[in-house]
């Protein structure tokens, strides 16, 4: 089944009222994985941490990296839409914090699962390797963790 087979903007509403935080988008991950391994993709998971690689090999012709983040903030949403996150997390501090996403992961994450959805649904119309990045952690910037862009390229993830 694919995306366009289903409301996107129930999955959006879905991974907005449940972000997570840096390092913890284990919910998210898990989505993402079963989805696209859902739709022919070969998936490994845990990069970074906490991230999803997917690659759809459909020929030698080229190779296309698509690329989402999955991670949300440590804000109270404030909106009053009926798809609110009301989510609270305890922080790398070990704070009890509101999470929230406001500032597009949930679009990103939503888009990158259309994307690889049609494409794998067309991809008899097509020759090449896609490749579906789902980066945890683009918000951090810890220390001893390092960010989740770093992480997800470094060797041994």
Known sequence: MTLSGEDPAGIYRDHHTH??????????AQ????RLREWGYDVTTGIGGTGVFGILDNGPVLTVLLRADMDGLP?????????ASTRRAVDRLGN???????CGHDAH????LGAASVLAAERHDCSGRLMAVFQPAERARFRRQG???????RPGR
């Open 19 to 28: 972000p997570e935080l840096s390092f913890q988008e284990e919910r998210t």
């Open 96 to 102: 009890d914090v509101p999470v929230m996403h406001a």
């Open 147 to 153: 960010d989740g862009r770093r992480r997800a390229v």
């Open 75 to 83: 804000l109270a949403e404030k909106t009053g839409r009926d798809y």
């Open 109 to 112: 994450v939503t888009c990158l």
């Open 31 to 34: 989505i993402v994985a079963d």
